[in-house]
Structures are given as structure tokens and as C-alpha cells.
């Protein structure tokens, strides 16, 4: 007989399982309005004003603060594998830095090592991060091949046993697809229902640029800026867009890097394509003139690809505020200075990421809220709801509604800090945001109801994040796709036999033949004789004729110069 689970009254629960926020502004993408938000045992439960909630659940007062949802970061790269070492921030450190930042999901990308089938890599990432995760995180898969055998074991992928349904895609490097296989790989991912993930560079202007400048005798990380430049994304990004329109597949560009770059997204649009462009936390920031910075550790901390600009950040706000860039990712990356060290001898073998999980709200937050140049709403759009609709995981993330997951942020707008590798939470023992004053913070924040941040208590569970299977076929892309395709419908036009051109009964003149091709003689050898001892006919051997009785003699009377005076 199995004994019955006794239920706990719920005026005895533990007031960790039951929380409401008062007094503070509920924002969401779509609108902000004065409520307060009980959360209990994971989930939203009641918004509104005058609740009626239990006795000892606590209060948390949000007075003059804003209440969010948690940050959903879709590009990180914890734990990878590469030049010979692996990023410093496994999934503790990097989901721990997330959720000092105010994000409380993050996707992570599966590579597959040499002979290592897709199945197999996915099965190996679940086991580095099940048991380190302190938020909830999801995965996506860099897709390497582009033959028909590898493209069909995708769909062993997209179940919702395994719940990978974005599909990273390369340009330019180790694992480039060519335009032929971009298409089969856009058009297999489309009728998958999946989101192609783009790293848009010209891989063959790359290469050919990295020899150039390595025989030119550039070997340090200014070599990389100089390889990579503005031009190979933007003339990527503009492909990219047209291979994926022409696939009927929707497309995410990574890591835009340039004005120029967003300008052609921003035009896609208006044309009806579907196409999402990220920006990085470090590419609002960060100049990339420090590529040519006398320290060559300090250079060599800048390096990603593609690489931060010279006089774009400014240019990249401006399309975070109209509206070109519609998702801000942090591409987190960590390596310290020893690894960054590994590629001293040449700037490709420098392996090359910046952080940027912990740092992603409040950079957005000061560089553009403060100052006006977009909403709040917009900010959790950019942060948060976006991110969310583009894995299908709306509103379970991303809106704080009744039946959400409890991800919360409350963040203070008052807040003041300076951000430095002293205090961030990354491994990494540098900080390409050294001295940047940051106005704007979280100050609590929840993780599926658990407060992990207590204004300055810090305390992040190892382990309590979950895998969150996501489904294809998102609505936020694939509508958007069947009212394009509804708009670019074949439209035939009716003609009746006089509408029709006539072509019987035309003279030549009328529609001259072409002109007939004359066959090339080959040039005249001067060289070569027509002579050819093997034409002439047989003839009896000289010895046989002369020794013959019957031999013939000639007698010339006048021979060509002159009479001869002897006999023949």
C-alpha cells in the first residue's frame, strides 16, 4: 500500500514558495500599468490591485521600481570546446553571471566534434549542463554538413523528446557553407519549422584577407580587424537574407557589427522579409580601435568575430532605436588573458569571444533608456520578449502574465555602478567594460519563483535550472512567413487570342536568321612541309637498278648552266 503525501496547509508553506511584489510598474513589451504580482510555487498566479493572498507569504516592496520579466539571452557559449582549451565560464559560472545580470534563460550551442554525430553532441552538452545550470537554458545545433544523410538526421532533432528548433549556420571559417548547401540546409530547416541562426561573413574575402596580412608581417590582434572587414558582413548579411527569402525560411542574423550592416536588415524588412538582427552588449559599447592598443593583452581581449568596428557604436544605437536591431544577445565567450595568450604567434590562432551575460540589461538600459532613446517596454522587448517569441517559448517567458514562470526582475533605476573584472561574476580576468558607469540595476531577481538575488545577497542554486524543450513551427516567424507568401501569390493574367502576338507569315527580314557561324581555318605552320617520303611510290633499290644490264642511260646536250664537257 502506498502512504498518501500529507498535504501542507497552505498558511504553513514556506514563504520561500509564495512572494508578492508591491507598490512598483509592471512592464512588458506591450505596456506598463501599477499592479502587484503574487508568485507562488514557480508560477504567476494573480496580477492586480487589493489582492487576497495567504497569511505569511512575503512582501516585497517595488516602490519607484520596475517590474520585469527576466532577461532570455539566446547566444552563449558556455563550456565550448576550441583552440585547444575551452571557454572559462562553464554552465555554473555563466548562468551564475546571467542571473547577477537579470537573465534567467540562456541557449547554448552544440558543436559536434570531428566523426561526432549531431545526436551524440546534444547528448553530451545535456551531461556538462544538467547538473551545473542555475537557470533554466535550451539549445540549438551548428549545423556542419549540408548532404542530404546529415540534413534528414536533423529531424531526429526536432522532437519533443530533444526540443532543439534553431539551427546555427556559418559563412566564413572551419564550418562555412557554400551558397548551394546554404540553400538546402535554409529550405530543409523551413520545412523542419525551425529559425536559421546566420553568422554572415564573406569567408572567401576572410581567408584571402588573413594571408594578405599575415604576409604583409601583421601577426597581432589589430590582424584580425584588418581581416575581417566591414564590407564581408555587409555584402554576407545582404546573401544571407536573399538565400534564406528565397528558401522561404526565417532567418536571425548574429552579431551585427556595423550601421551599414543593419541598413540592408532594415530594408529586408520593409520588403517583407523575414529576418531578426542581434546586437551585442560589447558592439554598443566597445570601440574597435582598441584592436591597434599598445598592450598586447588588452587587444587581444577585444577579439570576436566578426570584430567590433571603428566608430559604430553609435550608428548600432541608432538601429537598436528605429527599430533595425530587434534582439540584444551577449555572445558570452570567456576567455582569460593565458588562453587569449595561445594565439601570440598570429592573430587567427587567438581564440576569440568577449563577455557580456551579466553586463546585457544595464548596458541596453544606460545607453538607451536613460537617455530616451527607447521605452522600457521596448527594453523588455529587446530583452526578454523577443528572445522569447523567437524560441516559441512565449509568454511561459518573456511576459509576466497569470500562468508565466515566475522569472522576475525588479530593477532599480536608481542604482549606480561601475563595472570592472573586480566585480563581475565571470571567470574571465578581463573586462572590455573596465570603468564604465552602468545607472541601472537589478535588485531582486527571481528564477521560476526562487529569489536568487536579495538586494545584496547573491545566491544562485548549482543545478536548479531545467532544459526547456522548445517546439517548432513558432507563430511570432512562420505567420509572418504565410501572409509573405500570401502577398507574393502567382497571379496569372488571362489572355484571350487577340491579346497574343503573331508570328506566322514573317519575313526574314521581319526576323532575320542568325548569322551562320564560319568555321576557324588554323593558321598556316611556315614550319611544316607537305613533302612525305612514305607518299611517294615504291621504287627498286638503287644498287638493284644500277647493277641491272638493262640500266638506261641519258644523255643531256644541254644541261642548266652550260654545256658539259665530259661524258655521262
Excluded at 520561500?16 to 512598483?24: E, P, V, W
Excluded at 509592471?26 to 504567476?44: C, P, R
Excluded at 512575503?58 to 575551452?86: C, E, H, M, S, W
Excluded at 507574393?488 to 502576338?501: G, L, S, T, W
Amino acid at each position: 500500500m502506498v502512504t498518501p503525501v500529507k498535504r501542507v496547509p497552505i498558511h504553513l508553506q514556506s514563504a520561500q514558495n509564495r512572494i508578492i511584489i508591491k507598490n512598483g510598474t509592471l512592464v512588458n513589451h506591450d505596456g506598463e500599468q501599477q499592479v502587484d504580482v503574487y508568485i507562488e510555487d514557480s508560477t504567476v498566479r494573480l496580477i492586480g490591485n487589493h489582492l487576497i493572498i495567504p497569511g505569511g507569504t512575503r512582501a516585497i516592496d517595488a516602490t519607484g521600481k520596475y517590474i520585469f520579466p527576466g532577461g532570455v539571452d539566446i547566444n552563449v557559449n558556455l563550456q565550448r570546446p576550441g583552440y585547444g582549451t575551452q571557454t572559462i565560464d562553464d554552465f555554473y559560472q555563466g548562468t551564475k553571471a546571467a542571473l547577477a545580470g537579470g537573465t534567467t534563460m540562456v541557449m547554448d550551442m552544440v558543436v559536434p566534434a570531428e566523426g561526432e554525430s549531431p545526436r551524440e553532441a546534444f547528448i553530451k552538452w545535456r551531461k556538462w549542463a544538467d547538473d551545473k545550470v542555475c537557470c533554466d537554458y535550451a539549445l540549438k545545433l551548428e549545423v556542419q554538413e549540408a548532404e542530404d544523410s546529415y540534413l534528414n538526421g536533423l529531424e531526429d532533432l526536432v522532437t519533443p523528446e530533444v526540443g532543439i528548433n534553431t539551427f546555427q549556420l556559418n559563412m566564413a571559417g572551419q564550418h562555412r557553407l557554400k551558397d548551394k548547401d546554404l540553400l538546402n540546409v535554409l529550405d530543409k530547416i523551413s520545412r523542419m519549422g525551425g529559425l536559421a541562426m546566420l553568422n554572415a561573413e564573406n569567408g572567401a574575402i576572410v581567408k584571402e584577407n588573413e594571408t594578405k596580412v599575415m604576409a604583409a608581417g601583421v601577426d597581432g590582434p589589430e590582424g584580425h580587424a584588418m581581416a575581417h572587414p566591414e564590407e564581408a558582413q555587409t555584402e554576407a548579411v545582404m546573401r544571407g537574407c536573399v538565400l534564406a527569402n528565397a528558401s522561404d525560411c526565417p532567418l536571425y542574423v548574429n552579431s551585427v557589427m556595423s550601421g551599414a550592416a543593419a541598413d540592408i536588415l532594415a530594408k529586408r524588412k520593409e520588403k517583407g522579409y523575414v529576418v531578426v538582427g542581434e546586437v551585442t552588449p560589447a558592439a554598443l559599447t566597445c570601440d574597435g580601435s582598441n584592436y591597434w592598443n599598445k598592450s598586447w593583452v588588452h587587444s587581444a581581449a577585444y577579439v570576436c568575430s566578426p570584430p567590433l568596428r571603428e566608430g559604430e557604436t553609435q550608428n548600432l544605437q541608432t538601429a537598436v532605436e528605429d527599430g533595425a536591431i530587434e534582439v540584444v544577445s551577449s555572445q558570452h565567450t570567456a576567455y582569460n588573458n593565458k588562453q587569449k595568450a595561445l594565439g601570440n604567434k598570429t592573430f587567427v590562432e587567438i581564440p576569440k569571444g568577449v563577455i557580456g551575460a551579466e553586463e546585457r540589461l544595464m548596458v541596453l538600459w544606460t545607453k538607451l533608456v536613460v537617455p530616451g532613446r527607447i521605452t522600457r517596454s521596448q527594453f523588455v522587448s529587446l530583452v526578454s520578449a523577443m528572445p522569447a517569441k523567437l524560441l516559441n517559448i512565449f509568454p511561459q517567458k518573456g511576459k509576466i502574465e497569470v500562468g508565466s514562470d515566475a522569472d522576475i526582475v525588479i530593477w532599480d533605476p536608481s542604482l549606480v555602478r561601475t563595472l570592472g573584472k573586480e566585480e563581475q561574476v565571470s571567470k574571465c580576468d578581463f573586462s572590455i567594460y573596465e570603468g564604465m558607469e552602468m545607472t541601472g540595476g537589478p535588485e531582486y531577481v527571481l528564477c521560476r519563483g526562487r529569489l536568487v538575488k536579495d538586494q545584496e545577497i547573491f545566491r544562485p542554486m548549482q543545478g536548479f535550472g531545467l532544459y526547456r524543450e522548445l517546439e517548432p513551427f513558432n507563430p511570432e516567424l512562420y505567420d509572418r512567413m504565410k501572409e509573405r507568401r500570401e502577398r507574393q501569390q502567382v497571379r496569372a493574367v488571362i489572355r484571350d487570342e487577340a491579346d497574343m502576338p503573331h508570328v506566322n507569315g514573317a519575313t526574314e527580314e521581319e526576323i532575320p536568321p542568325p548569322t551562320p557561324e564560319e568555321a576557324e581555318k588554323p593558321p598556316v605552320d611556315q614550319h611544316k612541309s607537305n613533302f612525305d617520303l612514305n607518299s611517294h611510290p615504291q621504287t627498286p633499290d638503287f644498287d638493284e637498278v644500277r647493277s641491272s644490264p638493262s640500266r638506261s642511260s641519258v644523255r643531256v646536250r644541254a644541261p642548266p648552266g652550260g654545256k658539259s664537257s665530259g661524258f655521262w
